[in-house]
């Protein structure tokens, strides 16, 4: 009998079914998630537990879970005990299955762990699938490389030569490469190519970055995947047991991947109506599967305190945009157009056709329009919504505070941006957003008039934009110093030049509907 896989359903499973962009529970308890595929029916899932062994989980649809067995370092090694185990990596290469881990190492027997000894990362390897993996090793020991280390200096290399944890590998065409965590001023990523370890490749952190306040000086969680020619490196910033959340960059190489880049959020932590924490997610995994693409992360979860009670393990279907960059995790632009002297409030139909109303109140909306939807209904006792529950959002409208008239707009459970357009209603600003282009890229804006069809550039200049690669446009070209309306725009275009050299741009249009307020704009 052939069966479809999750998310999708007909005769030839080629309909999306409900559950398409859903999130669902794949370990209650299990932090830090790791997933290895040997190929599309087999795969395997180990994490954070106990702290004192790993636990390594086997599936054949990433749906159902069956323990395959637990590495215990402490049994396995006949001369140190390891406690404090955390964020495992479990991969392949060269034809041995390695896994690697954070820990305290000690002798048989003495206290775990032990004071004026810092934790790092070491690797044990089994030669099949039954995963029996032998005694830890440290990594390049004797080396001046990047290495396992126990003390709490930094190396005389420097401080990114220490691996500490996070330790994540991944397989390329350029060889094999391993990414990890060092600490300075907070926690930092670096990566070297196995082949060439003296070269190490500094890529986020607050040692080599400036940090906005909210990652609170914290880049972990490395993960690297590959698709359509573009390199991603996630990460996941702020304490664990704070405002944890999910970014990433996006290269077309391994070394590119940094700051130099844009850092886009794949999350944002979910606060109550009292601004406490009720929600984080972070240390993540892409896991491809007959092309589709699954995050497996996990959720902070926090009582009424915001105190972080516990972690587990979900897994939500990735999406991807034009220019290659993901749709997130749990944020929705609301955008509808303007009644002038309106207040609004919003509501979601959920699939199982359900209504919460109002969500979120004209207490908090007011005369605004638009509004990002994070996940938590703050009006209707802070409950907590995913994505991929909700089948169409609501926007009802007033004028005298009695709330009947609302239009409604259907959604596809994956998507950031939705539009809900008013009967007689006027489009108030329009959001631009573009494509990446060269690390070091400007960009400009251009508008082409609907009535003579000819082009106003720059209609926003690069002193402007900059590497912004977005901009709320508000009916006036402020370059030239024109006002040209919505209704009389036929196109948006970016153009992007690189160390000012604008007689090389490379632009791309979209064409425009005078109405809309958000265009997508990708740059061949």
Sequence with gaps: MCVCDEGFTGPSCGARGGDYGARTLLMPGLADPDVYKEHDDLFFLSGTGNGWQLPIYETNDLVSFRLKRSYDPSVADPVYDYCFLWAPDLGKYNGAYQLYFSAHRVPNGAACPPSGQEVTTFVATASDLNFHFGAPQPINANTTWPRTTTGTACLPQGCNRNIRIDSATYNDTSGRWFFYVWFDRGNNISSFNVAAPGTVYNHLGPALYSTPAHEEGI???????????????????GWYNSQYAMYYVMGDSIPALTRARAVRRLSIPLRNSAGRLVQSHGHNVIVERRGEFFNVFHVGAFDAAGNLTGRSTYKQRVAFKPDGSLHSLNQVNVRWNKLTGYSYSLDVVLR?????????????????NKHVFDGVCRSAGDRVVTKGEIAAFRIFYSNNNVWGPFVETAYDGI????????????????????SEEETTAQYSIDVQRRDTGAWIGPCIGVNSVNKSLSWTYQGRCDTPGINVPYSNIQAFRICSAVNGDWSRARCGATPYDGRSMHSHIVIP
């Design 415 to 434: 998507s950031d941006d939705v539009a809900l357009n008013l009967p007689g209603g006027y489009t108030p600003f329009v959001d631009l957003n573009w």
């Design 352 to 368: 199982d056709g359900t209504v919460i109303g109002p969500c979120n109140s004209v207490a908090l909306l007011g005369q605004s």
């Design 219 to 237: 880049n972990e969680a490395p993960e690297v995947f590959k698709r359509n020619g573009i390199y991603y490196l996630l990460f996941s910033g």
